[in-house]
C-alpha cells in the first residue's frame, strides 16, 4: 500500500515546510470544501509566512524516502513539508497501575 501525503497530513500534530517549523495549520480533505484543502502559517522571524494547497497539489506531492520529506508545489515554486508526530502524555494527578510501595528496589 502506498502511502499519501494526505494520509500523512491527517495523523500529523506539526509541519516542517522550508526548514520553518509550523504547528498552525489546517486540513480540510473533503472536495466540498471551499478554499485551500491544506493552510500553513508559521512566523520567520517577525514575517508571517503562509502556504496554502489544494486538494490536486497534495496528491501531486512527491515521497522523498531518503529524507521523509514531501516535495509540494504550488504557484510560487516547489517546497520541502515534513509531517511530525507529537508524543503525547497523561498529564493528570491521577495514580498509575503500579503504587510506589510495590516497585521492588534494585
Given at each position: 500500500?502506498t502511502?499519501?501525503?494526505?494520509?500523512?497530513?491527517?495523523t500529523?500534530d506539526?509541519?516542517?515546510?522550508?526548514?520553518?517549523?509550523?504547528?498552525?495549520?489546517?486540513?480540510?480533505?473533503?472536495?466540498?470544501?471551499?478554499?485551500?484543502?491544506?493552510?500553513?502559517?508559521?512566523?520567520?522571524?517577525?514575517?508571517?509566512?503562509?502556504?496554502?494547497?489544494?486538494?490536486?497539489?497534495?496528491?501531486?506531492?512527491?515521497?522523498?524516502?531518503?529524507t521523509?520529506?514531501?516535495?509540494?508545489?504550488d504557484?510560487k515554486?516547489s517546497?520541502?513539508?515534513?509531517?511530525?508526530?507529537?508524543?503525547?502524555?497523561?498529564?493528570s494527578?491521577?495514580?498509575?497501575?503500579?503504587?510506589?510501595?510495590?516497585?521492588?528496589?534494585?
Amino acid at each position: 500500500m502506498t502511502t499519501t501525503l494526505l494520509t500523512v497530513l491527517q495523523t500529523a500534530d506539526m509541519l516542517e515546510i522550508n526548514g520553518l517549523y509550523a504547528w498552525q495549520f489546517e486540513l480540510h480533505s473533503d472536495p466540498a470544501h471551499n478554499g485551500p484543502a491544506l493552510r500553513i502559517e508559521c512566523m520567520d522571524g517577525r514575517d508571517l509566512r503562509k502556504w496554502q494547497f489544494s486538494l490536486e497539489q497534495i496528491a501531486a506531492a512527491q515521497h522523498n524516502l531518503a529524507t521523509d520529506s514531501w516535495a509540494i508545489s504550488d504557484d510560487k515554486g516547489s517546497h520541502e513539508l515534513k509531517a511530525l508526530a507529537g508524543i503525547n502524555a497523561d498529564n493528570s494527578d491521577a495514580a498509575d497501575d503500579t503504587p510506589e510501595d510495590d516497585v521492588a528496589e534494585l
